[in-house]
């Protein structure tokens, strides 16, 4: 069974960073393209990340480039976003997705079959 | 920056059929994915490459996509099917979703 388990959100002052990681089962993790994706409170999905299979492949939404970090651990089975300077709109719950098809670029459109249930992030003072 | 615009609410009637859609410049260029999402949930891909199904996902959603709008159509719609719907597209290797349609099964 796949399981995607996020952990590592939390409240947060403005300015300050975060590392949010993915612990991964049940599919042999370095096959496969994985997301970040959020959603503020009451509000729509946002991609946030994406990295390929191999790493070869990284991309950002245009609202954290330059702020947040994906990297992936393929012995571990384990993926991280790492966030630094935090602003409040960063608030949201961040979800982990693994995509469909393997050996893909993450921007592949085959979609992402598996979510977590994510991990909330608040960004306040 | 690429936009996905939807509507923000359908209503349809139990054995109905829902369109909804998905708008965005020259998106029928691009492959476009749907997801479901119930209050509470992760969202789940009901859609994907246009008009593919994933294994498990009722034959009743269909999914097209032709010069500037992607359609998901719910064929009988059920109760069940009651929740937030979002498009997906890759504006090259920016991942952009629509701004979701709340669909009510009256």
């Known amino acids: 069974e796949v399981q995607l388990v996020e952990s590592g959100g939390g409240l947060v002052q403005p300015g300050r960073s975060l590392r949010l990681s993915c612990a991964a089962s049940g599919f042999t993790f370095d096959d496969y393209a994985m997301h970040w994706v959020r959603q503020a409170p009451g509000k729509g999905l946002e991609w946030v990340s994406g990295?390929?299979?191999?790493?070869?492949?990284?991309g950002y939404a245009d609202s954290v480039k330059g702020r947040f970090t994906i990297s992936r651990d393929n012995a571990k089975n384990s993926l991280y976003l790492q966030m630094n300077s935090l602003r409040a709109e960063d608030t949201a719950l961040y979800y982990c997705a693994k995509h469909q098809d393997s050996e893909t670029y993450y921007y592949d459109s085959s979609g992402s079959d598996y979510w977590g249930q994510g991990t909330l992030v608040t960004v306040s003072s | 920056s690429y936009e996905l615009t939807q509507p923000p609410s359908v209503s349809v009637s139990p054995g109905q059929t829902a369109s909804i859609t998905c708008s965005g410049d020259k998106l029928g260029n691009k492959y476009a994915s749907w997801y479901q999402q119930k209050p509470g949930q992760s969202p789940v891909l009901v859609i994907y490459k246009d008009s593919m199904r994933p294994s498990g996902i009722p034959e009743r959603f269909s999914g097209s996509n032709s010069g500037n709008t992607a359609t998901l159509t719910i064929s009988g719609t059920h109760g069940m099917d009651e929740a937030d719907y979002y498009c997906q597209a890759w504006d090259s290797t920016t991942g952009v979703f629509g701004t979701g349609t709340k669909v009510t099964v009256l």
């Open positions: 990295i390929s299979w191999n790493t070869d492949s990284i």
